[in-house]
């Protein structure tokens, strides 16, 4: 048995924007280090509405002396995560994790590109800190590009800033940065990004996601991040179906917690 | 030791010819094939693994979104999706073999000669120790429910499954009838060794923002806590009614939830969307039985089963 449900605390949680909150959770240290694309389930402990626990992507994690700190950076967008939003500090929760695949790293690409739509950002600042910690890519080499809506929905850049130089941020309204979409921006400097020489790392809203795999072909390396409502995390309910395109190009529905969360862009087939 | 020895006999129970440790299993589709759920559980330590449902050809399942969380339980209309029974012996069943575990086959066909096939190819396959006949499923077009709503038609599947097996065969019903007990008794007359109920319970839900159903397949199939009440009844009614075993099913969260479906009449009981939540459900559930043995000065599990007062 090597893995085990464990039980958290809660050490804060803001709203550091209007209905993004981030909880900073402790937990002991047989928890397992968290792979970049890693997400974990959540739920608090002894309660049992709401039913199912919650996935959510780790967006940052390290190691004390006293144990595990995790951080998950969520947007309130259901009774779930608005539960969540009203723990407390010394609030208990009940973590399953890492769960999931993660990114495939390649440390010789010249050019590592991440594109991120809103909450997006929490899986991709942890790939930042993994790529720049552990897989000791020059910072130099790092391009990231950010789309929100306005410049009051920017959230998640405090780490990111840390290991990323060249940030490139997209706003709706033109409150802050480009006044274009993120796919824009990015296709607007493709042609600084030879394929072979370059690996993407995507994750955002659905359309967001649609458009950069139109915007890159097959040419690109790239991995993308998504999301589906979970039930069990683990592989074992198939509720969480994403269709892809299998080994001889068929269409097959696969796991978005247990064969992802992590698909190359070119496998997925947009329904 | 000695202890120990007694505990073991305490517990276990025996379901047409198939012995079981204890009477705790794991519920197809909420289990996957038991790899996905090893690292959390000795699966050694189960009553019975019931692999999610096979049909003759793997099936894609039903387009997504499959899943909507409901009060008390959630709602699922995956469709079945399966690698198919050929795949599942060869794959996904030398696995299962390493464990001392009953494993039971949930399998599911579109006719009835379709169950009969798949029926036959597990029965020659090494390492599976009873099958589980899905009559009940409300997700799929062909076949499932449409077979068990009949009471003709589940004894014709019963009656073909038979004669291509040697290994018990459970049949496991559906709630959404007007009268479980007849299709109950039907597939008794047919040779059904056992029947596991109920199944889920078809339902829906909707987003009112779009005015769209949360699922694709707009039904889908309600399962939790929230229909156990339902399932307690039908487990009541149908023990009644049968002289071969139940197995009851429906919203078991805990020891608890568990011996009251015995009470009611289950020789057996099988847990599923518990799992979702709680990966080590099961085995606590094994340990909370032990535990209230001891309280209760009960000596075998099986002195509980259809002990109501009425």
């Known amino acids: 048995m090597a893995k085990d449900i464990y039980i958290g605390e809660v050490s804060a949680n803001e709203e550091i924007r209007h209905d993004f909150f981030l909880m900073k959770i402790t937990l002991p240290a047989e928890f397992d280090d968290p792979l970049p694309g890693q997400f974990v389930m959540i739920r608090i402990l002894g309660l049992q509405d709401p039913f199912l626990s919650r996935p959510i992507s780790i967006y940052s994690f390290a190691r004390r002396k006293s144990g595990c700190a995790m951080e998950l950076l969520y947007r309130v967008v259901g009774k779930g995560t608005s539960i969540l939003a009203g723990l407390m500090k010394g609030s208990q929760v009940e973590i399953s994790g890492p769960l999931g695949g ?26 930042a800190q993994y790529l720049c910690k552990t897989a000791c890519c020059d ?44 796919t824009a921006a990015f296709q607007k400097d493709m042609k600084k990004y030879a394929p072979a020489e370059t690996a993407i790392y995507a994750c955002g809203p659905k359309p967001m996601l649609r458009s950069l795999s139109t915007i890159l072909g097959k040419k690109y390396f790239c991995q993308v991040s998504l999301e589906e409502r979970m039930a069990c995390g683990v592989g074992a309910c198939v509720g969480c179906a994403v269709a892809v395109k299998d080994g001889q190009g068929n269409k097959a529905y696969k796991r978005v917690c247990a064969d992802g969360p992590v698909f190359d862009l070119k496998d997925v087939i947009w329904e | 030791m000695k202890k120990q020895k007694t505990d073991t006999t305490a517990l276990a129970v025996e379901i047409a010819g198939l012995k079981l440790k204890n009477p705790v299993m794991t519920a197809s589709g909420t289990f996957g094939y038991g790899e996905e759920y090893a690292d959390y559980v000795d699966l050694n330590q189960l009553g019975g693994i019931v692999v999610k449902g096979l049909s003759l050809k793997p099936r894609l399942g039903n387009p997504p979104p499959r899943i909507m969380e409901t009060a008390g339980g959630m709602l699922n209309a995956v469709g079945l999706q399966n690698v198919g029974v050929d795949v599942f012996i060869e794959e996904k069943l030398p696995f299962l073999r390493q464990y001392d575990v009953a494993v039971i086959a949930n399998i599911y066909g579109e006719s009835y ?26 997700n799929v077009k062909k076949g499932g429910l449409s077979f068990g709503s009949d009471p003709k038609a589940a004894a014709e599947v019963t009656r073909r499954v038979k004669a291509e097996t040697h290994l018990p065969v459970i049949v496991k019903l559906t709630p959404n009838v007007t009268d479980i007990t007849l299709v109950a008794q039907a597939v008794e007359q047919a040779g059904a060794d056992a029947v596991s109920l109920i199944n889920t319970l078809t339902g829906m839900s909707i987003d009112l923002q779009t005015r769209k159903p949360h699922l694709k397949n707009i039904t889908g199939g309600l399962s939790g806590p929230a229909i156990k009440p339902v399932a307690l009844r039908m487990v009541w009614q149908v023990a009644q009614k049968v002289a071969i075993p139940v197995i009851g099913i429906g919203g078991i969260l805990t020891t608890e939830d568990a011996l009251e479906f015995m009470v009611a009449g289950a020789s057996a009981v099988q847990i599923g969307t518990a799992n979702f939540i709680n990966p080590r459900a099961t085995v606590e559930i094994v340990d909370g039985m032990r535990h209230f043995m001891q309280h209760n000065k009960i000596k075998k599990i099986s002195d509980i089963v259809g002990t109501l007062k009425t």
């Open chain 1, 102 to 127: 993660s990114y495939t790293i390649d440390p010789m690409k010249k050019n590592i590109v991440l594109i991120a739509g809103g909450i997006g950002i929490a899986p991709l600042s942890l790939l």
């Open chain 1, 139 to 182: 910072a130099d080499t790092m391009t990231f590009y950010l789309g929100v809506q306005t410049a009051e929905a920017v959230v998640g850049l405090d780490h990111l800033k840390k290991y990323c130089y060249k940030i490139v941020i997209c706003t709706d309204d033109g409150s802050l940065g480009e006044k274009s979409l993120v």
């Open chain 2, 113 to 138: 000669a379709e169950y009969a096939q798949v029926a036959g190819k597990l029965s020659r396959a090494k390492g599976v120790h009873a099958l589980e006949v899905n009559v009940s499923c409300p």
